[in-house]
């Protein structure tokens, strides 16, 4: 699985920011053979968001994953780690040796089609630290990823995510950007993102 010299390793040009991407961390069979193992075997959940006052099923299933059993919030939204399974504890070493940081949890999101999606936000919660460290895999569908800086609006970028990529976010980017991924009308396949991160 390990494949610690991706033929593409990007450093974004935004100001305020620290992101990277890896076009190919682990090779495209070895994506999709993780992809189908982690759709049957991962705990997914959908939760209910509260949005201006209306509540409703959040667009996308989603899963909790740690080496310890620190929750973590986000919108409302309380989740509880359940134990590293054996596939992420490995794509964990991977993600780890790329981004020199050591992990203690991964926020799974399975984006079923085109309708499901992730609004705009920030991975600013207080129980991810200060600058936080966010590394996102994907497996599965090429979805769009973008970014608006916080204070210009005319600071836009995106990154198309490919199958088997790895984003990495660091520094003082969550103070200044927010991220999303919407919506598209487009006929789109399943995708998976693992998002892992140190929940302190």
């Known amino acids: 699985m390990h494949n610690l010299f991706p033929d593409h390793n990007l450093h974004l040009d935004l100001p305020q920011s620290d992101i990277r991407y890896f076009s190919n961390i682990i090779t495209e069979a070895e994506a999709l053979t993780l992809f189908k193992r982690l ?11 509260t949005v201006f006052g209306k509540t409703h099923p959040q667009p996308r299933l989603t899963a909790l994953y740690a080496t310890n059993s620190k929750p973590y919030s986000y919108s409302n939204i309380i989740m509880h780690p359940i134990p ?17 940081t050591t992990f203690t949890s ?5 984006y079923r089609d085109g309708k499901d ?17 966010i590394a ?13 800086n916080k204070h210009n ?39 998976i993102n693992l998002t892992f991160r140190t929940i302190l």
């Open 39 to 49: 759709r049957e075997t991962i705990a997914w959940q959908q939760d209910n968001i």
């Open 84 to 100: 590293f399974t054996a596939e992420l504890l490995r794509l964990k070493l991977t993600v780890e040796a790329l981004s020199k």
């Open 106 to 110: 991964c926020l799974l999101n399975l």
């Open 117 to 133: 999606s992730n609004g705009w936000h920030s991975d600013d919660e207080k129980e991810l630290g200060k600058n936080p460290v």
């Open 136 to 148: 996102s895999v994907s497996l599965g569908a090429e979805r769009i990823f973008h970014l608006k």
């Open 153 to 191: 609006n005319n600071l836009k970028h995106k990154v198309l995510l490919e199958n088997g990529s790895l984003l990495l976010m660091q520094g003082k980017t969550q103070h200044h950007w927010l991220h999303q991924i919407p919506k598209t009308t487009k006929p789109i396949g399943e995708r």
